[in-house]
């Protein structure tokens, strides 16, 4: 089977790495990939990418164009791509209703197969027949438990300090910055708040393996990469109830989903620095076995959402 993504060329890595992850895990169950890039945003950005995706399509024949974020699936359809999978990764259906209402019309008048969304909130709030929930998955050969201190030593970090990784940068609205700020304020401790920022995805584990706790107070998700590939260095982790965390963290009692609420996440962070938590406690690996969120079983759901 031959597979054409169509997703945003990014500044930094050219493609998100999650997209990345998803082709190789792919192309590991013998599917044959190949990309089409967005380089431009804006309106005229993306009707001069329909443009060459034509072209492109008239050059070279795919079983299935998969799309990556509702725009690229816009552009695929006006370049009059055939049998479109697209996959919605969270903004462009909890943020913004005229996102929601442009989906459902080119569910409807164009040619979108299948609907791919990343959590059950996000396909509740759409109340299309076509979605499918598939979250992405977790390539646990990228991700995986090393010693805490081998991690700080290699990445240059203090071994004495409590360090708490951010989940994300501190400049993104999204993530909630201020929250998290305020809530290791309040201990009174000698924390080190460490934003995840510039850092190549091949070293995130380190930067999980290195830290006490992951920290994430985001205001929305869909179904968080960053939690799963955490979860799966087995990294305890406190994060706002937000896209599926609870479905993520089940009964794990190192993982703590919170409200937006100051008090409740430095008490859960209190918690995990202050009983000295042995990651090897930690059931997160273990848990997304369970949900089926390791890469080559996502894939499987994705190809049989091809074959259908």
Known sequence: ???????????????SPFVKSQSESLEREGLQV?????????LKGYLQASVKLRKHLRKNTYNIVHAHYSFCGFVASLAGAKNIVVSLLGS?????????FLIRF???????????????QMKNILNIESVKVIPNGVDFNRFYAIDQKE??????????????L???QKNNPIKNYP???????????????????????????????ACDLLLSTSKWEGSPNIIKEAMACNTPIVATNVGDVSLLFGEDSGNFSCDFNVSEISEKVNYLLKSKYEREQNQGRIRLEKLQLESS???NKIIEVYNS
Request: with cysteine; hydrophobic share 45%.
């Open 151 to 164: 991690a700080r030593e290699i990445l240059g970090l203090n071994k004495e300090m409590s360090i708490v």
């Open 106 to 120: 080119f569910v409807r008048f164009f040619s979108w197969k299948k609907l791919i969304v990343k959590s059950e």
């Open 166 to 168: 951010f989940n994300g």
């Open 34 to 42: 190949s990309f089409f890039l967005i380089e431009k945003k804006g």
């Open 297 to 299: 079983q996502v894939a």
């Open 179 to 209: 929250i998290a700020e305020q809530a290791i304020n309040s201990l009174n401790k000698n924390i080190q708040l460490l934003e995840l920022k510039a850092i190549p995805h091949e070293k995130l584990y380190l930067y999980f393996n």
């Open 1 to 15: 089977m031959t597979v054409l993504f169509v997703c945003s060329k990014k500044t930094e890595s050219i493609i």
């Open 92 to 100: 462009d259906v909890i943020k913004s209703a005229n996102s929601r």
